[in-house]
């Protein structure tokens, strides 16, 4: 017998045992009446019917959840884009992006070396979307040196997004970072991603996945 029908035995092995102490305790001159009888009985049987539509629900909750586990399990091992400040290098992760609301004139990119100095590329007449962007495909107007040597692959450029209208109005557009998807899990009945370095968001929050 599984957990369900148990419960549902219980509360009617309940029931019986107080309608049985009812009926012996009481009064024979004044019997109970067959009406309040029936009432008990409805009374029980609404209580039976919410009940086992409680464990329906229930079930069919823990049913979903483990569906959409098995859906998310794919998820191991790849990189997700979640709103963040990133950082890239030509011999690291090399992946970036940004999302912007709404569209844009002009969306400038700036890149900033560990001596602090900047590089930037531009995009003109953007839409308004969620952006993937890669360092070794940037075109900068004052160009990266693809680097050569160890030591100038391993170089980090912090990345910055700026947008703005040809009035001026600057829309809002949020930096995006990499981040590599570790395990998934559930809290609260929402599914989260346990990242590598970054902690734990909830599925909501991913921008892109690849």
Do not use: C
Request: a negative charge.
């Amino acid at each position: 017998m599984d957990a369900q029908s148990e419960g549902t035995q219980e509360l009617m092995d309940n029931f019986l045992q107080m309608m049985l102490a009812q009926i012996k305790n009481q009064d024979p001159t004044n019997p109970m009446d067959n009406n309040q009888l029936a009432s008990q009985m409805a009374q029980m049987h609404v209580a039976m019917w919410v009940e086992k539509l409680n464990n329906t629900v229930l079930g069919m909750g823990q049913m979903v959840n483990s569906v959409q586990a098995v859906n998310l399990s794919s998820w191991v091992g790849r990189t997700v884009l979640i709103a963040g400040k990133p950082s890239v290098s030509f011999d690291g992760q090399t992946a970036y992006g940004f999302e912007l609301p709404s569209g844009a004139d002009e969306v400038r990119v700036t890149f900033t070396d560990e001596e602090g100095k900047t590089y930037t590329q531009e995009y003109k007449d953007v839409k308004a979307g969620a952006y993937k962007l890669d360092i070794n495909k940037a075109q900068t107007t004052t160009p990266l040196d693809h680097p050569s040597s160890r030591e100038e692959k391993a170089k980090i450029y912090e990345v910055s997004f700026e947008a703005k209208n040809k009035d001026e109005n600057r829309p809002t557009i949020n930096a995006l970072k990499t981040a590599k998807v570790e395990n998934v899990f559930f809290s609260g009945g929402s599914a989260k991603l346990a990242l590598w370095l970054d902690g734990s968001i909830y599925l909501k929050d991913v921008i892109l996945i690849e």
